[in-house]
């Protein structure tokens, strides 16, 4: 059996495993444990098993997943993420469709210091979706501005994933923040874009409010003030060249708990849970990184990454077409796969294809820089497509009233908006990159 065969038929057992429900993380490590023993032997295995674990966990820089999770845990326990929701309806809840609005908007200011989809998702439906509902909002608008909102988690700096990208391939995390900045703010005003146009072509969907006189509205916008100087500490500090990111994620984390403090409604029971739930997405996440670690691996000992890069870059068709179908592969595998897993899984295979490219006459950073926001906003929409989308099935779990397939049409136009900011992406580097010079001097 050639290596080739064997690396297919690892991902054919990975794709069954993940059919029958079994973990990711399992999924992954199992058929890429089977395969590297196939390959090297069963002691090359076990000699590689005794130092993988230590030799990924000891890597200092992924110490900033867990950090800017434990920042979210805080802005959440401390009612931080309700004051960005009264703030943003303050001002556009009155018009039609407002709510909904402010729930993009305060899902945006929440990524600033969360990183996390599926956490952003959650936070702002548990506090936005009940006014909504109150307001007389459709179930259809409001889970779908909600699960779409929620992807602003990842798309806004900090976001896990970009980290995850960045440690793969040896990219500057900051640039990378910074190169996410303008495509996060196009996703929030197309998000915005995309709830207007619904609203005043079905208007059955959204009530207007009754509007805040305006010293109650400066009152709202006042208490997001933490958050604010929450983001100017951490990103501030990054791009003066104060802090690392690692470090400004520590920073970030101390911050948030000490505002949260003084908003005196983190309780220890919130302080607890801030804790619990960090550890056990920083868990999962690592758990994810040894299953991709092991069958990364074992198609190492396939040589198909190189293989596949040397296919890609002799292929009789332009290179942006290839980046094109890459996208769309992702867009796939989003019916199947969280995020990360994608990432951890494909990044080390499809990126030397990808750099092997003449892209715009790029240079490898930022050729690099460029090809990650688009693997964030490719698997920004896996979040939200059917027939899976993770975080459709979050923003359900907690309205569960309202049907999946209702939920599934209102996401549609807002798909649209994604698919429109990602060609814009692909044929405009320069909307990714052209900021990097601002910062970076």
């Not at 909904?100 to 936005?128: N, P």
Request: net charge neutral; aromatic share 8%.
């Amino acid at each position: 059996m050639t290596p080739t065969v064997i690396g297919i038929l690892m991902f054919v057992g990975m794709l069954l495993l993940m059919g029958l429900r079994v973990p990711i993380a399992a999924a992954m490590f199992i058929p890429g444990a089977i395969g590297y023993a196939t390959l090297a032997s069963d002691m090359a295995l076990l000699n590689m098993l005794k130092g993988s674990a230590v030799a990924r966990m000891s890597v200092y820089d992924l110490s900033v997943i867990p950090l800017f999770l434990l920042m979210g845990q805080f802005a959440t326990q401390g009612g931080l993420s309700k004051a960005l929701f009264q703030a943003a309806a303050a001002f556009v809840g009155h018009i039609r469709g407002g709510l909904a609005m402010a729930a993009v908007l305060s899902a945006a200011a929440f990524g600033a210091v969360c990183g996390s989809s599926v956490a952003t998702s959650a936070t702002i439906t548990q506090v936005a979706y009940p006014e909504m509902k109150a307001h007389g909002y459709h179930g259809r608008l409001t889970t779908a501005a909600l699960a779409c909102g929620g992807t602003l988690g990842i798309l806004i700096p900090p976001s896990v994933p970009l980290v995850v990208y960045a440690i793969l391939t040896e990219q500057n995390i900051a640039k990378l923040f910074a190169a996410a900045m303008v495509p996060g703010l196009l996703a929030t005003l197309g998000y915005l874009v995309v709830i207007g146009i619904v609203c005043r072509f079905k208007p059955e969907l959204a009530t207007p409010s009754e509007p805040l006189p305006w010293p109650a509205r400066w009152k709202a916008l006042l208490g997001v003030w933490p958050i604010a100087t929450i983001f100017v500490i951490v990103f501030g500090g990054i791009y003066s060249g104060i802090f690392s990111p690692t470090e400004a994620a520590a920073v970030g984390a101390v911050a948030t708990f000490l505002a949260a403090l003084a908003r005196r409604e983190l309780s220890r029971a919130g302080i607890v849970a801030a804790f619990t739930g960090t550890a056990e997405t920083t868990a999962m996440v690592f758990m994810i990184f040894l299953g991709a670690d092991m069958m990364n691996a074992s198609l190492a000992l396939t040589q198909m990454p190189a293989r596949i890069a040397e296919w890609a870059g002799a292929l009789p068709v332009a290179p942006l077409v290839i980046v094109a179908a890459i996208m769309l592969l992702y867009v796939l595998l989003g019916c199947v796969m969280d995020e990360l897993s994608m990432m951890l899984l494909t990044i080390p295979v499809i990126f030397p294809a990808v750099m092997a490219l003449d892209l715009y006459g790029l240079a490898a950073e930022p050729k690099a820089i460029w090809f990650g926001i688009l693997v964030l906003m490719t698997v920004g929409i896996g979040l939200t497509a059917p027939p899976v989308g993770l975080n459709v099935y979050v923003v359900n779990s907690l309205a569960r009233e309202v049907p999946m397939h209702e939920t599934y049409k209102g996401v549609l136009p807002f798909l649209v908006s994604d698919v429109l900011r990602l060609i814009a992406i692909l044929l405009v580097p320069g909307i990714a990159i052209g900021v990097l010079p601002w910062f970076f001097r």
